[in-house]
């Protein structure tokens, strides 16, 4: 039987990706601080993907993801849609790594406050680090080992979409930086 509490080796080409993980979610945690419930709901334009309260009086997102091309531009995001979808896209994906893979789109609530989103997201991005930590070098050349639905998961390595989520960490990470400098410039 295993020592639970022995130290977990990492595989060496997934070390890079939990470092850059790590990274990017502390400085993203100070970029956040002093967020208000109103920058996290500010719409900087007339047409703009956000979380709005639905006729049941729950949180709805405008959209919950979009084909990853370059094809067709989209509307700017809210702080409130870019929080909430990393916090969303992660908590379903560490469901499909290590969960009990049920996720489904809609069975989160995408917060509406600036507190409950940051917390939300770092939770979701919390889960799919530590479920990645799990890994192993055969978890990680196994096609459909992330058999997320929504995406490529099922047909790729897990090596690859460990690349796709990072993607969408650094990605959506410039974009809430973005938006808080035009909050803050617009004064």
Not at 31 to 50: I, S, Y
Not at 61 to 77: I, L, S
Not at 94 to 101: F, I, K, N, R, T
Request: proline share 7%.
């Amino acid at each position: 039987m295993s020592d639970p509490t022995a130290t977990r080796v990492i595989p060496g080409r997934l070390a890079p990706f939990l470092a850059q993980w790590d990274y990017m979610v502390e400085v993203l945690t100070e970029r956040l601080a002093g967020l208000t419930d109103e920058e996290f709901l500010w719409e900087p334009t007339d047409e703009v993907w956000t979380v709005r309260m639905g006729p049941d009086g729950r949180p709805v997102p405008d959209v919950e993801g979009w084909a990853p091309t370059g094809d067709a531009g989209t509307p700017p995001r809210t702080l409130a849609w870019s929080i909430d979808h990393l916090g969303a896209g992660t908590f379903e994906r560490a469901d499909y790594l290590v969960g009990s893979h049920s996720l489904k789109e809609g069975d989160l609530t995408w917060p509406m406050t600036a507190d409950a989103g940051v917390r939300f997201m770092l939770d979701g991005l919390a889960a799919w680090r530590n479920g990645l930590a799990t890994m192993t070098d055969e978890d990680l050349d196994t096609v459909g080992r992330s058999a997320y639905p929504h995406g490529l998961d099922p047909e790729l390595p897990l090596m690859e979409i460990v690349w796709w989520v990072n993607k969408e960490l650094l990605f959506h990470a410039g974009e809430i930086w973005f938006a808080r400098d035009l909050y803050a410039a617009r004064r």
